[in-house]
């Protein structure tokens, strides 16, 4: 088992290698640059924009910009936000909590939700229930996540106004785990279904 495991992370690092390197490349092929996406908005000269490149490192070869790019991820810097001018870290640690927080609810309803359809499925086995729960085991794995939440939200939201359209929490109220959980619900729900 200990022999399967570490042949399974020595065969993963050329694979995160060369997933590196298809992003690296793939983000240097779009149109345009950093100092193109920072600076859109304003009118600044040639030679600005050039001095920024330079500063940034954009003006080096594509394998040095890369070797540069790796080692700054390498040491957990991944740079600052285009839009806000916060570091990407910080952004990612804000947003951890609330992502794992709804991955797992979804995971629990996905879970439920599935087990309990496929036990009845399997004791009404070839009965008309089952192929019932079979097609909406089918339309609930086949149709995107956005439409079953804009589905939802419709449903739960606009109609019957059971449910918050968006948010993780009420504004201007202070933090409550029903209010949490009333906002987590119906996304958990998409995802979950």
Request: aromatic share 8%; net charge positive.
């Amino acid at each position: 088992m200990i022999k399967y495991v570490v042949r399974r992370l020595v065969v993963s690092i050329p694979l995160l290698f060369g997933i590196t390197i298809i992003i690296f490349v793939l983000a240097n092929l779009m149109p345009g640059d950093a100092v193109g996406a920072m600076m859109s908005d304003t009118a600044v000269s040639a030679e600005i924009m050039d001095l920024q490149r330079a500063r940034l490192g954009l003006d080096k070869p594509l394998p040095v910009r890369y070797a540069m790019w790796i080692g700054e991820l390498l040491r957990g810097n991944m740079g600052y936000s285009y839009i806000s001018g916060r570091p990407i870290n910080q952004m990612l640690r804000e947003r951890i909590l609330p992502t794992v927080e709804l991955m797992g609810v979804s995971l629990l309803f996905s879970l439920v939700i599935g087990i309990t359809l496929g036990i009845i499925s399997a004791l009404k086995q070839y009965s008309a229930l089952d192929y019932v729960l079979t097609i909406l085991g089918f339309a609930g794995i086949s149709m995107p996540v956005f439409f079953v939440g804009m589905l939802l939200m419709y449903v739960l939201s606009l109609k019957l106004r059971w449910l918050p359209t968006s948010g993780m929490a009420t504004p201007g109220q202070p933090f409550s785990l029903l209010d949490n959980l009333k906002h987590l619900l119906l996304p958990a729900l998409a995802i979950g279904i």
